[in-house]
């Protein structure tokens, strides 16, 4: 199946969800209009990522953030039928997570219910050098699968990618596409390159070309207290190659023609994650060896 | 049969000087960047004032700033003490005219020696060095408040990781693009920049002593001083880097200086009597 991806590049106001919101809205009534499928935008997207205890005062619940998209996107564009994917402090109970969510927005269809369809938690909110998450938000517990109308998605927030242990789970429960929203400060300019951005690509490639699956990462945008977030964001195809590369320090929505049915021919091509398949319940005994189970 | 062909191996990484070499067109992108977000997008000013000093950390932010924003929104001040030298000034004017921003010369030496006068007791050269520096960031806020702009700061990690500079004196500034780069990668990035080379070949000077150059003062050149810098902030222990062939007595003086100056890198310390003191509890950025 092919269909159209937007990745937006986005420099939120800090801490002002509003604005952020209707900038997002904005940004989905721009996608809509072009036929985008899916719409996806950064980590912590709705304040900017760095915010210390702050995020307490900005977290929102996942399902006031879809019904704030969706009543700004049909107030604007009353026709629009899009998916998003969009990273976000969320407060459950008297949690705060770093979270993202996919919803289906717009125009009720037959078998395409309007509405919040999947959120994914942040597993590994990094707290070592420039990062300290694991002081202000909770850590997610799992990893899922869920359906989309172009085939099966996975979301990873960010670290959760770096480990290769959640895009091997996602790519188990048969993802196609795997959704990173990401907030990844610039760091090491002894390249063309940022050193975290060929980190990033590094992941993002092996991500894809190991389970054969579409790979889109979307990255935050602007300087925080110093902190670079230069976008650059990409997509990777299942053959593990880069197809595209958003521009530095500049906002854009950056599109690409995606064709799902590529995953089929990358995994009969290189049939690792059924051989996975085949093996795990073996390794699946010694990583929990491994990890100090019985 | 023998095995003919051997191939050696790079070995243990050992930090080096072109671990320091930088894509400068980058850097100046990110720069760039930097100023027009961190000064204009969050904290809505369209101008800034410089202390140009004619040294290269001055020259090189003040070069930025011409850039990121129009010329005519940059002022640069040269502050001169008696001890400063025709030279330094010349340098800074020199910088100022190829740049096409605004530059004013604001004596301190009236102030300085006013201040010193209330003192009868003879004022050393390392008590008078910090009085110019908190007199020079008196001058360049006091011009900031009135011209409605934002002070740049100047100064460069090698500095702020060895304490070479006045607490709350050049420090002060809120906002400084260099503050990440060691002084042989400012040294890069003046060349890129196309800085006038009698700045950036000049021994550096804080300028408070005729003769006097920081790498005196250090009791090491810079070229060296970062190498160690660099290996010290990436985890290697003073001996790892000796056992890689750096110099006992220069790791010990790059350690000594670092250790000596951790104080000059916080904020002053506040007595905690609360669960929610600032800084401590109270957690919120900078930009927030």
Redesign the interface.
């Known amino acids: 199946m092919r269909w159209t991806l937007a990745q937006f590049q986005m420099q939120p106001v800090k801490a002002h969800v509003d604005a952020n919101i209707a900038r997002v809205v904005d940004g989905l009534c721009t996608a809509a209009v072009r036929d985008v499928a899916l719409a996806c935008f950064p980590e912590a997207c709705l304040s900017g990522y760095f915010l210390q205890g702050g995020v307490e005062e900005v977290a929102l619940q996942a399902d006031e953030v879809v019904q704030r998209l969706q009543s700004g996107l049909v107030a604007q564009c009353p026709d629009a039928m899009i998916d998003v994917c969009l990273g976000f402090y969320e407060r459950d109970g008297g949690a705060i997570y770093n979270s993202a969510l996919y919803a289906r927005l717009g125009r009720d269809a037959p078998g395409r219910p309007v509405g919040l369809a999947h959120l994914h938690r942040k597993i590994f909110p990094p707290s070592y050098g420039v990062f300290d998450e694991d002081r202000f938000v909770t850590r997610g517990r799992s990893v899922e699968c869920f359906d989309t109308a172009f085939g099966r998605a996975a979301i990873l927030v960010c670290e959760d990618a770096w480990h290769s242990i959640c895009g091997t789970i996602a790519a188990l429960q048969g993802a196609e596409v795997i959704l990173i929203p990401s907030a990844s400060p610039g760091r090491d300019l002894r390249e063309e390159r940022p050193g975290n951005v060929r980190a990033w690509d590094n992941v993002c490639m092996m991500l894809a070309g190991e389970h054969g699956c579409w790979v889109a990462c979307t990255d935050l945008l602007g300087f925080e207290g110093g902190k670079a977030f230069c976008g650059i964001s990409t997509v990777h195809n299942p053959f593990g190659q880069r197809v595209s590369s958003g521009p530095m320090f500049e906002e854009a929505m950056v599109l690409t023609e995606i064709d799902t049915h590529d995953t089929t021919v990358a995994r009969r091509r290189t049939p690792l994650i059924g051989g996975l398949q085949e093996t795990i319940s073996v390794l699946l005994a010694q990583l929990s060896s491994a990890a100090g189970g019985d | 049969m023998a095995w003919d062909k051997i191939v050696h191996s790079v070995g243990p990484v050992t930090p080096c000087a072109e ?1 320091l ?3 400068c ?3 100046e ?2 720069l760039l ?2 100023l027009r ?2 000064v204009t ?2 904290r809505g000013f369209s101008r800034v004032v410089v202390g140009l000093s004619g040294g290269v950390d001055s020259s090189v932010t003040a070069t930025l700033a011409a850039r990121a924003f129009a010329p005519e929104s940059v002022y640069a001040y040269r502050m001169p003490y008696k001890t400063s030298s025709q030279e330094s000034l010349d340098h800074a004017a020199l910088v100022a005219s190829e740049l096409g921003i605004n530059c004013v010369t604001f004596p301190i030496g009236d102030a300085v020696d006013a201040l010193l006068a209330q003192d009868p007791g003879e004022a050393s050269g390392h008590r008078r060095g910090n009085v110019c520096a908190r007199m020079r960031m008196i001058v360049l806020f006091d011009q900031a408040f009135k011209l409605g702009a934002l002070p740049l700061g100047t100064g460069n990690k090698s500095e702020r990781m060895m304490g070479y500079y006045t607490w709350h004196g050049d420090d002060a500034p809120p906002i400084n693009p260099l ?2 780069l060691y002084k042989t990668q400012v040294w890069q990035l003046a060349r890129h920049l196309g800085v006038p080379d009698v700045i950036v070949s000049k021994p550096a000077t804080a300028d408070l002593v005729r003769g006097q150059t920081d790498e005196d003062d250090l009791g090491i050149t810079y070229v060296r001083a970062d190498v160690i810098l660099h290996g010290l902030l990436s985890g290697y222990t003073p001996e790892q880097l000796v056992s890689r062939g750096h110099d006992p007595a220069e790791v010990e003086t790059v350690r000594r200086r670092v250790d000596a100056t951790h104080w000059k890198r916080q904020l002053p310390t506040a007595a905690m009597v609360s669960d929610t003191a600032i800084g401590e509890y ?7």
């Open positions: 671990d070499l930088l894509d067109r980058l850097v992108t990110w960047q930097f977000d961190e997008r969050r503050g990440d109270y957690l919120r950025p900078v930009d927030y």
